[in-house]
């Protein structure tokens, strides 16, 4: 116990004022016995809760609530609120007397406000606070007696606060929590929340979310699979009994989708990890929502958790270069698909090692490529050594691109590190902090291109359930930067039991396109595929494998390589197609000529 803050507080003034310090030093007996005396029940006026740094400007923000915490009524004529500033000590001056007020009845509050008060709460006084941000300090005294002292910030001098003091939190109040807690340490008793003047400090059933995971932080087809982590605190001043929890998300326009978990049993403060595997079939922009409806009680906890963009998006990754050759540097080239123009101000490029570039204020007309780069002149000096070599990125396009450069750059990583299953991961962050698209490369589920060979985007969306939507560039530039993708095709999703279907028939390695798009759909009874590519010659130069997992289209890209990786001869292919029952039963086989000069 800090018998100073006690000696402060007691009602015994007069023995306060002559011997209290004395007391401290040579008779806490005596003090303990003074507390015991006998008498009518006391009110015990305290500072409740107050905000000493609002969010933007102080003035008409601040306030100051009290607490009459006691069994009786408290009498507010001979109380003065006073500040003192930490950077002079303790010169003590008085912003609010209580004279003319009257009793503060047992569990009422009353609160100070700040002049011309912009507060939707209706004080009860309005004056002068200018409470700083700290490090400062607030007290109530009567007469010589302090009936409550706190010290916020920084503060050294030991006359400024109780037991310790407590830090300040820009834009959110200082509360008491619970109500009323006093246990003579600044630090213990108050704690930073979203101010309440006039109200309670806390509510019995509260959560905090202190942590939302997204894995993947986006998803680039509506179905696959989201896994979401969730770190939640108990902001209660009640144990928050266990009980089942649920995750929500727009699933239509009339509709919500979810999944549950369950909350255990937790004490006020203690903290709890849920997690939920969740598959969202709506395209766009999806609000993620946690409810939890409290067993035994009339409360519901719901709080919002962010948006997760659900497949492709109107702004987007089409082609990225972590490993350069040759000077460009690093670089990355978006679309916007979007009907009006964007600004790409406030955007922001993010890798998985927490490296960032702020993307300039640049505006986007409907369809336009942008690329975005590390070294914006090194960049343009690789697209003319191309083009005076006879090289160029594309055919599509004799200009140079649309480069700019970003502030800032997060150096892309091409080796798979310790802690995670890839090399590295970009992300396309909009102002709000939405990931609005996602490319990874390296490890086992993502290709690693060689130096000087970009990753490009085959499709908005990827087609085959799981598979990536990403492939190394097949450009004789090694990539196509303001450029259509060497490995993209117009290609629609297959139709429900169609046949293998080739798109473009040819692949022409000398002005493209420089992949072919083998496409088919199972249906019915249909569960398991397989597809080789054949020479004329009956020798198999790409095994594509296959899958068992059912009805669905499937869009596999050829780029004309064999299985070692190398270009094949010119010359006509046959694409061959055996699909089984999930009982091993041959359905049907379907086969296709590509051409590839």
């Not at 006691?70 to 001979?78: F, I, N, R, S």
């Not at 002079?88 to 011309?116: E, K, P």
């Not at 598979?467 to 139709?495: H, I, K």
């Not at 050829?558 to 091993?584: C, F, K, T």
Request: glycine fraction near 12%; hydrophobic fraction near 40%; proline fraction near 7%.
């Amino acid at each position: 116990m800090d018998v100073n803050a006690w000696v402060r507080k007691t009602p015994c003034s007069k023995f306060q004022a002559y011997f209290g310090r004395l007391a401290v030093r040579l008779l806490p007996s005596l003090l303990i016995g003074c507390a015991c005396w006998p008498g009518p029940a006391q009110g015990q006026l305290l500072i409740n809760e107050f905000l000493p740094d609002p969010a933007g400007t102080d003035s008409g923000r601040e306030f100051v609530e009290l607490l009459n915490s006691g069994p009786g009524a408290v009498d507010l004529d001979e109380v003065e609120l006073q500040f003192a500033n930490g950077s002079v000590g303790a010169d003590w001056v008085t912003r609010w007397r209580g004279a003319g007020y009257g009793a503060l009845a047992s569990g009422a509050r009353f609160l100070i406000t700040d002049r011309n008060w912009l507060g939707a709460a209706v004080g009860d006084a309005e004056v002068y606070l200018g409470l700083q941000n700290g490090p400062d300090a607030i007290r109530l005294i009567r007469g010589t007696s302090v009936l409550d002292l706190v010290g916020y910030g920084h503060l050294t001098d030991a006359d400024l606060f109780e037991g310790a003091p407590v830090m300040v939190p820009t834009g959110l109040a200082l509360a008491r929590k619970p109500d009323g807690r006093d246990t003579g340490e600044n630090a213990a008793d108050f704690a930073a929340s979203d101010a309440t003047p006039g109200s309670r400090n806390f509510q019995p059933h509260s959560v905090a979310v202190l942590n939302v995971d997204l894995d993947p932080p986006f998803l680039d087809r509506p179905g696959e699979p989201l896994r979401v982590t969730l770190e939640l605190r108990n902001d209660g001043t009640e144990e928050l009994p266990g009980g089942p929890c649920r995750l929500s998300w727009a699933a239509g326009v009339s509709e919500f989708g979810q999944v549950s978990s369950w909350w255990d049993a937790t004490a006020a403060g203690g903290t709890r990890t849920l997690t939920f595997v969740a598959r969202l079939d709506t395209r766009g922009l999806q609000s993620l929502n946690w409810q939890y409806v409290v067993p035994g009680t009339a409360d519901t906890l719901q709080r919002e958790l962010g948006l997760i963009q659900v497949g492709a998006g109107p702004l987007r990754f089409q082609e990225v270069m972590p490993a350069p050759d040759h000077g460009q540097g690093e670089w990355v080239e978006l679309q916007w698909a979007g009907a009006a123009d964007l600004n790409l101000l406030g955007h922001e490029l993010r890798d998985a090692d927490g490296g960032r570039a702020v993307l300039p204020p640049l505006i986007l007309t409907a369809g336009q490529l942008a690329v975005v780069a590390e070294d914006s002149s090194g960049l343009m000096a690789w697209w003319e050594m191309n083009r005076q070599a006879g090289a160029p990125p594309c055919v599509d396009s004799v200009a140079p691109p649309l480069i700019v450069t970003a502030v800032g750059w997060p150096s892309l990583n091409n080796s798979v590190p310790e802690s995670r299953s890839f090399a590295d991961r970009l992300l396309l962050v909009d102002p709000q902090g939405v990931v609005l698209d996602a490319v990874a490369w390296g490890g086992p589920l993502h290709a690693l291109p060689d130096r000087g060979l970009s990753l490009e985007r085959i499709t908005a969306e990827p087609i085959n359930p799981g598979a990536s939507n990403w492939m190394v560039s097949t450009s004789a530039a090694g990539s196509t930067p303001g450029c259509t993708n060497s490995v993209a095709a117009a290609v629609a999703p297959p139709e429900a039991g169609q046949q293998l279907s080739v798109s473009p028939p040819l692949l022409d390695r000398n002005r493209g396109p420089f992949a072919v798009h083998l496409c088919f759909s199972l249906w019915g009874q249909e569960a398991v595929w397989e597809l080789i590519v054949f020479s004329l010659w009956g020798e198999a130069v790409r095994d594509f494998g296959g899958d068992a997992r059912g009805q669905g289209p499937r869009d596999l890209v050829w780029d004309g390589r064999d299985n070692g990786g190398q270009p094949v001869a010119s010359g006509a292919y046959i694409a061959w197609l055996e699909v089984r029952s999930a009982s091993d039963l041959v359905l049907r086989r379907d086969k296709i000529v590509a051409v590839v000069r």
